[in-house]
């Protein structure tokens, strides 16, 4: 069965500092692995997605992604934090073929410091 | 284009009593989705319709839900009667056929409360 753990539950980061978030999955297979983030207010939004190929992802608002399966891993990360990045952030995996039928981490919610 | 609409945003009920949520997609998307989150735990799929068909149910947790889709466009979530333990927000995402190759497009959710 698949599963998502993201270890975190909050963090707080200054801005302009990098961030981190963490993602663990479990699936049998290559997932198909998500990011999306949820603004105050907002619906969830795609921040990025994995399917194959470079295991570097590139996604909206900065973001990028790096898939590691010897780690089973599909961490967030951004260089330098803007406080408009303050939301939760939720890692999704999805199997082939099973269309949106997605699996999602418990979320981690990110706090901005001036 | 407007994206995901969902009614109401909120919405709070008594135990027992029975609530409608609707979720209108994006025009020409097939594939409508139903996800929940319950406080403090996972968003969780409920299920999935491409147009009217459900093609996925394996998430409804029991036969107080009821999802619907006439004629393939705007989708309804009935819950009938409401428990306590269905509080949380129901989250509508809707996609283009092609499965995980094209996008979901969330929309903001509704925030069920069962007092």
């Known amino acids: 069965a698949q599963s998502v753990t993201q270890p975190d539950i909050h963090i707080t980061v200054s801005e302009g500092a990098s961030l981190e978030l963490r993602c663990n999955y479990s699936y049998g297979a290559t997932p198909y692995l998500f990011w999306y983030v949820q603004s105050p207010g907002q619906g969830l939004q795609l921040l990025l997605k994995?399917?194959?190929?470079?295991?570097l992802v590139q996604g909206i608002k900065g973001f990028e992604a790096e898939f590691k399966r010897s780690q089973s891993s599909f961490n967030l990360r951004k260089p330098s934090v803007h406080w408009s990045d303050a939301a939760e952030y939720f890692c999704?995996?999805?199997?082939?073929?099973?269309?949106?039928?997605?699996?999602f981490g418990k979320g981690t919610s990110l706090l901005v410091t001036p | 284009e407007a994206g995901v609409t969902q009614f109401p945003s909120h919405s709070v009920i008594e135990k027992g009593q029975t609530v409608t949520l609707r979720c209108d997609p994006i025009?020409?998307?097939?594939?409508l989705y139903w996800y929940r989150r319950v406080m403090g735990k996972e968003i969780k799929f409920l299920l999935h319709?491409?147009?009217?068909?459900?093609?996925?149910e394996s998430g409804m947790p029991n036969n107080r839900f009821l999802a619907e889709r006439t004629g393939g466009t705007y989708s309804t979530l009935k819950v009938q009667p409401a428990e306590l333990e269905d509080s949380g927000v129901y989250f509508c995402?809707?996609?283009?056929?092609?499965?995980?190759?094209?996008?979901?497009?969330f929309g903001q959710g509704t925030r069920l409360t069962v007092v």
């Open positions: 319709f491409v147009k009217e068909s459900k093609q996925d």
């Open positions: 995402a809707s996609s283009q056929v092609g499965g995980l190759v094209t996008e979901a497009f």
């Open positions: 025009s020409g998307h097939d594939n």
């Open positions: 994995y399917f194959s190929g470079d295991t």
């Open positions: 999704a995996v999805g199997a082939p073929f099973g269309g949106y039928a997605l699996n």
